[in-house]
């Protein structure tokens, strides 16, 4: 397995400009038989979430833009079509594939906390987590990293065909002549109206006369946000970490109560880490190493159920299933424990994701009776070493390939805008273990490795993925969901590997998720009863809740793309030439 890097997600936009004779290949990229279909194309392909920013990409590439200079440019657009999730003031990983060089790099450009912060910081006078301090205050607002991080891929990899100028110029342009608001981004802010109009500054956005959300149809113009964008496209990241941009952002934080200062935003660095790597019935896993625990808890998933024969227990069969949960539920009890900052904790990840470790697991699941969750506690791998979320996939003609995943936490992140500036604020701190044993916000359990601390990077379930066949980039994929990202992104590699779904069938296909804790499966619409009715006699409840994920993918099969956006979001939609 060659060296590795990082990516971000959103639902995705797919045009095609190509067909061929799909099903005459040796891996198909569909058949006749099929009942969903992928978007074609030859030359590039862009996948996320919203349709106006994945045009933006596709017109990059065109104009020789390689695949992470389309992400950037994805990215920044992103931000001003898609508020809710898109954005500047938030952070992410990046996975980028380089064909000519064979590396693979994840960049980590997740928030940080303050120096400021400190390890009870939202904890009540009665030494209880306090929902509102670490949700909807300022000391939920973690230093933003999305800015830094797409300077460094540029700075990296740019193609010498573009200037960083060019990339940011179709956000600019979006921002300041404004975008069309489509029912998906209309409903959005009906919804989160109450929560956004308590905040002047984005009230004044979003809203007519600072409460009345605009309707499908109307033009929505941000002019400030045009204008930090121009400082970003003319001084680079300076634009935004330091000068009047970061005077404002720190100036917002403190006014609601956090602690951040223009120091702790001129201090900010993203990180070029290891990507987490694995083998899966001889495909190769590259995925997102710690502070997301997404890569290294798909590898580990993955390894348990190489042990069994998915193939011949069909798509969604009850046996599928139920060693789907049972390897899940194994995975998310050792996230609890073992996971955090690598910065600031000791992280097991080659025994967490060892053969070996995986084998001590499989040797504690029956296939004939669930495990009730208060019975499994963290393992003990060896040896320890030296909701609202977007996802989009990139992929250009010469091979290289971009999955990215990044956000603000909630949807419009802490509901705040820095005055002047148009930026959104993300909540991402509540991503940290406030109290060890207590649960956040999806419903995860976290310990002393995600404690709170300055300067630190709390944990993420954001997985952006590369999967490699015989040492080729074979598919980028990753999705939002909150606790529900690994999950997600694990069952699209199934659907492909083990069950021979073309990708807009994996995409497609009904959905289901164990963390552990509560001690359920969360299941999609879809599933039969006769299926849930297997799983209750061995023991599982299972509980039908929202539609999960919004993935992206794209993978490369003899030359030709291959691409899906989620159908679970609106407006999604993929796009090739």
Do not use: C
Not at 9 to 20: E, G, I, K, Q, Y
Not at 50 to 77: P, W
């Amino acid at each position: 397995m060659r060296p590795l890097s990082k990516t971000v997600s959103a639902a995705a936009f797919v045009m095609t400009l190509f067909v061929s004779p799909l099903w005459a290949q040796d891996t198909p990229i569909y058949s006749l038989k099929d009942r969903f279909h992928p978007v074609t194309a030859p030359n590039g392909m862009v996948a996320s979430q919203e349709a106006v920013a994945t045009k933006v990409g596709v017109e990059i590439l065109k104009k020789g833009g390689n695949a992470v200079e389309a992400a950037i440019a994805t990215g920044f657009a992103l931000a001003v079509t898609l508020p809710r999730a898109g954005n500047l003031g938030g952070g992410g990983f990046m996975m980028i594939h380089m064909a000519d060089s064979g590396e693979t790099e994840a960049l980590d450009y997740r928030e940080m906390a303050p120096a400021a912060a400190f390890k009870d910081m939202f904890l009540d006078d009665e030494g209880n987590p306090d929902k509102q301090k670490s949700r909807y205050s300022g000391l939920a607002i973690g230093v933003p990293g999305t800015v830094a991080g797409f300077e460094a891929a540029f700075e990296k990899y740019a193609s010498g065909n573009l200037t960083w100028p060019d990339l940011v110029a179709p956000a600019i342009d979006l921002a300041e002549n404004g975008i069309t608001v489509t029912p998906s981004l209309s409903a959005a802010l009906t919804s989160a109206a109450p929560r956004l109009t308590r905040d002047p500054a984005t009230a004044a956005i979003f809203y007519r006369q600072g409460i009345v959300p605009p309707a499908p149809g109307e033009i929505l113009k941000q002019q400030d946000l045009a204008s930090t964008l121009r400082l970003i496209a003319e001084q680079g990241a300076k634009g935004f970490y330091q000068g009047p941009v970061a005077q404002k952002i720190s100036a917002k934080v403190q006014a609601a109560g956090g602690g951040m200062t223009t120091e702790d935003l001129a201090n900010y660095k993203p990180v070029w880490r290891t990507a987490v790597t694995g083998d899966y019935r001889g495909y190769e896993i590259a995925s997102m190493p710690p502070p997301s625990s997404g890569g290294i808890h798909i590898v580990q998933i993955l390894n348990m159920l190489e042990t069994y024969p998915l193939d011949e227990f069909g798509p969604n069969s009850a046996d599928t299933i139920h060693v789907m949960a049972e390897a899940m539920r194994r995975a998310y009890a050792d996230r609890s424990k073992f996971l955090g900052d690598p910065d600031f904790v000791e992280i097991p990840a080659k025994g967490l994701t060892s053969e070996d470790y995986a084998a001590e697991l499989v040797e504690t699941i029956s296939v004939e009776r669930a495990t009730a969750s208060e019975e499994i506690r963290p393992g003990a791998p060896q040896p320890y070493e030296s909701n609202e979320t977007t996802h989009y996939s990139v992929v250009d003609k010469d091979g290289n390939a971009v999955s990215n995943t990044y956000t603000l936490n909630f949807s419009y992140g802490v509901g705040l805008t820095a005055d002047g500036t148009g930026v959104l604020l993300n909540n991402e701190l509540d991503d940290f273990s406030a109290k060890p044993g207590v649960p956040n916000a999806y419903g995860l359990i976290g310990g002393t490795a995600n404690a709170v601390e300055g300067g630190k990077r709390p944990l993420s379930s954001m997985s952006p993925t590369l999967v490699f066949k015989d040492g080729a980039f074979y598919m980028a994929t990753g999705s939002p969901g909150g606790s529900r990202i690994i999950t997600t992104t694990l069952q699209i590699i199934l659907n492909v590997v083990d069950h021979g779904m073309n990708i807009a069938e994996a995409t497609a296909a009904t959905r289901i998720h164990n963390q552990w804790l509560p001690d359920e499966i969360r299941i999609e619409e879809g599933l039969s009863p006769d299926t849930i009715a297997l799983l209750e006699q061995r023991g599982h409840t299972l509980v039908v809740k929202n539609a999960m994920g919004s993935t992206q993918s794209i993978m490369s099969i003899d030359g030709i793309l291959a691409g899906a956006s989620d159908p679970r979001r609106p407006g999604a939609l993929t796009e090739g030439y």
